[in-house]
C-alpha cells in the first residue's frame, strides 16, 4: 500500500510541469528511456549507456577508481565547508584549527573527515593504478588514458602535499621543509624551482598562501577536468578492461 | 534475456540499497549529536542551577552569559576560553572553599584575573573547551596546567625583580646564584657569581694533596638521620658550596695529583722579625695568647668554630668566611701567613679583608691557628698517596676539564669549555618533546624533568656530566620553581613593556674610596643604597647621621655601639688616611634629603636647654629604658654615652621626629615631640662626650675585649 | 583471436552479417577499437548509477565512523626553531625519505621519481609484448642469463649503497622469478601462476614491493636521526 502511495507520489510529482521541463524524458521504463537517463544529463552523459555485467562485479574492479573519485567529491565538499573557517596567514591558520577544535560546530568532525578522505584517496588511487595494471589496462587503445591517470595520481599527491601545510603546526612544517628541500637537489635550477613554490627561502606565510591557492583553486580544478577526461576516454576506449580480457587474450 | 531486463534491479541489490541508505543517514547524525552534548554546555547547566542555591542568585545570573566566554589579548598572543567552564572565577562570592569547583572564585591577587586571563600565569590550552585537553599535555600543547606549588615561577617571568610575595621564587634564585649554576649554564638574569669556587692556580702551595683526596671524595661528609647536613662531625646551615661529582678513587687520586703541582707563583715564606719570634717563642701560652687576638679581632664575626658543650657541637660565629675548626690540618702553614697578610694576593676576589698586621699579632694567630685548629681524625681514612706521577697529573688535567671543574674553579692558563653545559634561559617554556628522559620511568613532564636532573641526573641520561646536589624538598622547589620562570625574552615588544627588569647594583664607587670599599669589602656586611650585606647598619645615610671625625676615630678602632651583638665590626687596623678617605667620601656623598646639616647650628644649643633635655630624656620619655649612658640603662637601643661627638646634631632632630622616614622599620618609638622638646633633647644629646676606652692592636691580651 | 591484432586491424575474418553482435574496425587511423563481446550487457541507469550510489553510501558510513573514532593529528605551532627528530614528510613520501637516507638527493630525490613517472606513461607506447606472453615462454637460458646478471649488478649497486630496505624485497621478487624459472612435475599451485607471468608484471611486482617496503619503513621504523627504531618499544 504504502509504495503504491509513494509511487502515486511520484507520478504525480513527474507530471508537473516544472518537472517535465527539467527531466525531459518520462519514467525510466524502456531501454529507451534508460538511455535518454544517461545522455540527456550533462553529468551522466560522460557514462557508456550499457555496461557489461561482468564490469559491474565487485571483483572487477572492487570500484577502486569510483572510490577515488567519491574521495575527490567528499573532499571537495568538506573543503568548501572548512574554507569558511580558515585564513591563509600565520599564526591565524593554526589558530583556525583550534577554533575548528573547540569552537565550530562538528568543526572536529568536518576536518576528520577531510583528513581521512585524503588519506583514503591516495590509498585508492595508488591502488586503482595497480590494479589496472595488472589487469592490463594501459595496454592500446588505453594508453593514453593510462598517461592520464598517471597525472591524475600525481595531482592526488600534490593535493593531498600542499593540504598538509595548511594547518600550520610543526607536523605541516616540518614535513614541507623535508619535502621542498628535495626540490632544491634538482640539476640547474633547483633552488629557484623551491624559491618559486615557497614564495621565498623558507616555509613562511607566503609559501602558507601559495599552498592554499595551489590546495584550493589550481589544483582541484585540473584534477577536476582530467577526472573528465578520463571518465570520457573509458567510454570512448571501450569501456573497462577485465581481467579475463586480458587472459583471453594472452590465449 | 530480454532487454527490458537490462534495466530491472534484483530485489537484493533493492534491499543493500535500503540498507545502506538509513545506515548513512544515522551516521551521519552522530556528530551533531555529540556536538549538541559537549562538556562545557553541560558546566553551564551545572552553574545556572548552582547558582540558583545561593543567596545572591540574582547577581550571579545577571553576570553569567551562555555561550563560550574568552578573554582575548592578541598583544599577548592569549586567547583564554578557562572562563567558560570557570564561570564564577571573579565573584567574589564564591571565594569560599565549599564552593564546588569549576565555579570557585580565584583568591584575591594584585592582578585583575577577568583582564589578564587565567593561561598566562596558570599555562594550559587556553583556547581548549574540554577540561582534558585544557589542563593536560596533549600532542597539540605541550605546557600543561602549572602545579599550584610553581605558580610563583609565572610571577617570576615578568617581575624579574624580586617580590616580596614570591619568597620560594627569591630563594630559589638565591639558590641558583650561590649554586653558581651559572658556572656552567647560561641562566636569564642570574649573574655569574663573583664568588666562584676557590681559585686553584696557586693551590699546590695551600693545600695538602691528602686533604684534597678527602674533600673530593666527600665534599658534605654525611647527612644525618634528620636530614641535615654534617661536615666533619656538626651541622652546618647551609650546604657547602660544592656539589658531589662522581669520580673513582684512580681519577680523586689524579685530581689531587694535578692540584698539589698547582705552584703558579711559589709563596716566600714570610720573614718575621727574628726578635719578636725569638721573644714570643719563649712564652709557654702562645697558642693562648694568639687565641685571645683571634677574637679580640673578631675574625668570629665572619668565620665560626665549633663549639663542644655537653653532648652538642655547635658552630658559633660568622657565616661569611670558611668555617675554620680543621682548618690547621687543611692548610701549609707558609701559605697561611702569606694570606693573612694579603688574602687578595692569593684569591683577587677574596672577601677577606686586608688587615694591618704587627709581626707579633700575625705571629701569633699563625701559631694559634696551626696548634690549635686542626684534627688528627679528619684525615685518618685517606689511603696513603705516594709522590704524584706524570701520568696521575695528565689524566688528572684531562678530568679537571672534562668534569667541569673550569667552570667554577679558575687555574691560570686553562680556560673552561665555553657554554658547558646546556643553555637553561628558556628552559621554562621547553616542550616535554624537547626533553631527554632516557630510560627512567619518572612521569614525563617538565618539572619532574628538572627536579631528577638536580638529584639525580644519572636516571634521566647515563653519560650526564651534571654533579649531584642535595637539596631539601623546600629548596629543590624553590630553585625548581625558579627555574620554570626561565622562559626567555618576550615574544614582541608589547609584551617585554611588562617585564620588571631586575635591578642592577645600585652602589659602585669609584675612586679612593672604591678603592678601599673594595680591599675592606665593607658591602659584604653593609647596605648601601639598597645593595650589600644585612648584618651591619645601612650606610645609605651615614654620611648625615655622623660626624667625619668620628667615623675615622671608629674605623680605626671599632667600639661597640651596641654590646649585647656577637658580630661586630672586625679592627682592620685601617690607617689614618684611609680613615679620612672614608669619611670624607660618606659625609659628601652618603647625604639623606630629608637631613640639612647646615640648617642647624650648634650653637643655638644652651645648657638650659640640654638640662631640659635631660630632664625629658630622664623623666618624661625615660629613654634610658633603651639607651645606655654612661654605665647605666638599657641595652635595646645603641650606646649613647659619646653620641654628642658621634652624631650630627641636624640628624638627631630629624631623627626624633621621625626616625622611620629616615631608617625604615627602627624600633625607635615615633613620639610625638614638639619642636622644643626636640632642639632640647638634641642639646642634651650633643653634651655626652664619654671616651670609651681605645683598644689597640698593642694593648694586646691584656683587657679582655671579648665578644662572647 | 587473429594474429594481425598487433596492428591494430584486427578481426578481419568474421562476417559482420553472419554475427550481427560483432563490430569490427578495419583501419588502422582510427583512435579507438571497440571489441564487441558476447557477454552480457546491462543498462547503465539504473544498474551502475544505483551501484555507484550504493558504493558511495557505504564508503561514507565508513569514512564518517573513521573520523568520529580518530582525530586528525593537530600539533603545537609551527616554530622554525624547533625541529622535530625526525622531521619526517607525509607518509606517501616517506619512501622516497628513505631512498635519500641512502642515495644521494639528486639521484633519490629527483631522478629516480622523475624516471618512475616517466616510465609508466611511456611503456605503454612501445607495444612490447602486448600479448602478455610469460618471461621464461621463450629463449629459457639466455634470459635466464641476462635476468641473473642485470640482477646480480643491481644487488652490488644497492649492497655498495648500504640500501638494505631495497636489497631485502628486491632479493624476494628476484627469488620468486628463479624459482618461477624451474618447471616442477607437479608445481605449486601459485608458482604454475607465477610461471604464466610476463616480464612487465614482475617489474611492476618488485617495484610495488619495494615501495611498499620503504613507506613501511619510513613511517614505521625509522626515529632520532633517521635511525631504525622498532615501533613496539
Partial sequence: MNTMTFEEILNRLRATRAWRSIFRRGPARTNRTRSLAIFGNVFLH????????????????????????????????????????????????????????????????????????????????????????????????????????????????????????????????WAITVGTNILSAAPFFGSQLRYLLLGGNLVGENALLRFYVLHCVILPLVAALLIGVHFWRIRKDGGLTLREDYERDKK | MTAEKMGEISTRLRAIFALASVAFVAVLAVSPVKDFFQSWKRYEKDYVSYAQTRPDTKRLLADFHPGIDQIWLPEM??????????????????????????????????????????????????????????????????????????????????????????????????????????????????????????????????????????????????????????????????EPRMPQFRLTDQEIKALSAYLTTLKGQPIEPFKFDQSVVASLQKSADLADQGEVRFRQMFCTTCHSLAVTQGDETKLIGGDIGPELTKVGSKVNPDWLVAWLRDPQSYLSHALMPRYRWSDQDLYKVTQY???????????????????????????????????????????????????????????????????????????????????????????????ARMPQYRLTPTDLD????????????????????LVVPRPESAFRPAGAFGELYDRYKCAVCHRFNGDGGNLAPDLSFEGSRAQLQWIAGFLKNPETLRPTLIFRMPQFNITDQEASVIADYLGMVTQSPSVKLSAVDQKQFTPQMAEMG??????????????????????????????????????????????????????????????????????????????????????????????? | MSET????????????????????????????????????????????????????????????????????????????LLTPNPAKAPWYFLGLQELLHYFPPLVAGIVIPTLVVVALVVIPYFNVNIKGEPLWAAYRSRRFLIFIVSVGLLLVFLGLYRAWTVLVPTVAIAGLTIVSFFQLKRPYRLISFLQTRPLSWWVMTWFIAVSLTLTVVGTFFRGPGWSWVWPWR
Avoid at chain 2, 640603662?633 to 652624631?647: K, R
Wanted: aromatic share 8%; hydrophobic share 40%.
Fill in chain 1, 46 to 173: 560522460l557514462l557508456p549507456v550499457k555496461v557489461r555485467e561482468q564490469s559491474l562485479r565487485v571483483r572487477a574492479t572492487y570500484y577502486l577508481g569510483t572510490i577515488s573519485f567519491f574521495m575527490f567529491v567528499v573532499l571537495t565538499l568538506t573543503g568548501i565547508l572548512l574554507m569558511f573557517y580558515y585564513h591563509p596567514a600565520v599564526p591565524q591558520a593554526y589558530l583556525d584549527m583550534k577554533d575548528l577544535r573547540f569552537v565550530v560546530s562538528n568543526g572536529v568532525f568536518l576536518r576528520n573527515l577531510h583528513r581521512v578522505a585524503a588519506h583514503v584517496m591516495v590509498i585508492a588511487v595508488f591502488w586503482h593504478m595497480f590494479h589496472v595494471f595488472y589487469r592490463g589496462g594501459y595496454r592500446p587503445p588505453h594508453e593514453f588514458n593510462w598517461a592520464v591517470g598517471v597525472m591524475l595520481l600525481l595531482l592526488t599527491l600534490l593535493l593531498s602535499y600542499t593540504g598538509y601545510l595548511l594547518p600550520w603546526d610543526q607536523l605541516a612544517f
Fill in chain 2, 77 to 238: 598572543r592569549v586567547l583564554d576560553r578557562c572562563t567558560t567552564c570557570h564561570q564564577g572565577i571573579s565573584q567574589a562570592s564564591l571565594r569560599d572553599a565549599s564552593v564546588p569547583q569549576p565555579f570557585r572564585a580565584h583568591p584575591a591577587i594584585p592582578h585583575d584575573v577577568k583582564k589578564w586571563g587565567c593561561v598566562i600565569c596558570h599555562r594550559g590550552q587556553g583556547p581548549a573547551t574540554e577540561t582534558s585537553e585544557a589542563h593536560e599535555t596533549t600532542l597539540a600543547w605541550e605546557q600543561p596546567l602549572l602545579p599550584i606549588r610553581f605558580i610563583q615561577a609565572s610571577c617570576g617571568m615578568c617581575h624579574r625583580a624580586d617580590l616580596p610575595q614570591t619568597p620560594k621564587l627569591n630563594r630559589g634564585r638565591e639558590l641558583l646564584s650561590q649554586l653558581n649554576c651559572g658556572g656552567c649554564h647560561h641562566l636569564q638574569d642570574i649573574e655569574r657569581s663573583a664568588m666562584l669556587g676557590p681559585d686553584l692556580s696557586n693551590v699546590g702551595n695551600k693545600l695538602m694533596r691528602q686533604w684534597i683526596y678527602k674533600w673530593l671524595k666527600e665534599p658534605h661528609t654525611v647527612v644525618d638521620s634528620s636530614g641535615n647536613t654534617v661536615v666533619d662531625g656538626y651541622e652546618m646551615e647551609e
Fill in chain 2, 369 to 463: 691557628i696551626n696548634t690549635r685548629l686542626t684534627d688528627p681524625d679528619l684525615l685518618s681514612n685517606v689511603p696513603p698517596l705516594e709522590e704524584p706521577t706524570q701520568e696521575e697529573i695528565r689524566l688528572g688535567q684531562r678530568l679537571f676539564l672534562e668534569k667541569g671543574c673550569a667552570s667554577c674553579h679558575v687555574i691560570q692558563g686553562v680556560s673552561p669549555q665555553k657554554d658547558f653545559g646546556p643553555d637553561l634561559a628558556i628552559l621554562g617554556s621547553k616542550n616535554v618533546s624537547q626533553l631527554e628522559f632516557g630510560n627512567s620511568n619518572i612521569p614525563r613532564n617538565l618539572i619532574s624533568y628538572i627536579q631528577a636532573k638536580i638529584t639525580d641526573p644519572l636516571s634521566v641520561n647515563p653519560a
Fill in chain 2, 478 to 497: 624553590a630553585i625548581t620553581t625558579a627555574l620554570l620562570s626561565m622562559t626567555g625574552s618576550p615574544a614582541n615588544s608589547s609584551l617585554a613593556r
Fill in chain 2, 614 to 708: 635631660k630632664q625629658l630624656y630622664e623623666v618624661k620619655y625615660q629613654c634610658n629604658a633603651c639607651h645606655t649612658i654612661g654605665s647605666a640603662g638599657g641595652y635595646v637601643g645603641p650606646n649613647l654615652s659619646n653620641a654628642g661627638n658621634w652624631l650630627n646634631a641636624a640628624w638627631i632632630e630629624e631623627w626624633l621626629r621621625d626616625p622611620q622616614a629616615l631608617v625604615p622599620g627602627t624600633i625607635e618609638p615615633r613620639r610625638s615631640l614638639t619642636d622644643q622638646e626636640v632642639q632640647a633633647l638634641t642639646a642634651y644629646v650633643l653634651t655626652l662626650k664619654q671616651k670609651a676606652p681605645p683598644l689597640t692592636t698593642s694593648s694586646a691580651g691584656t683587657k679582655a675585649g671579648g665578644a662572647q
Fill in chain 3, 5 to 80: 591484432k598487433n596492428s591494430f586491424e584486427a578481426g578481419v575474418g568474421s562476417n559482420a552479417l553472419k554475427t550481427p553482435e560483432r563490430v569490427v574496425f578495419i583501419t588502422s587511423k582510427t583512435s579507438a577499437q571497440v571489441k564487441e563481446r558476447a557477454d552480457r550487457q546491462l543498462m547503465s541507469y539504473p544498474q551502475l548509477i544505483l551501484r555507484e550510489v550504493i558504493a558511495f553510501e557505504v564508503l561514507t558510513i565508513v569514512l564518517v565512523i573513521v573520523a568520529l573514532a580518530w582525530d586528525a593529528p593537530l600539533e603545537q605551532l609551527a616554530n622554525p
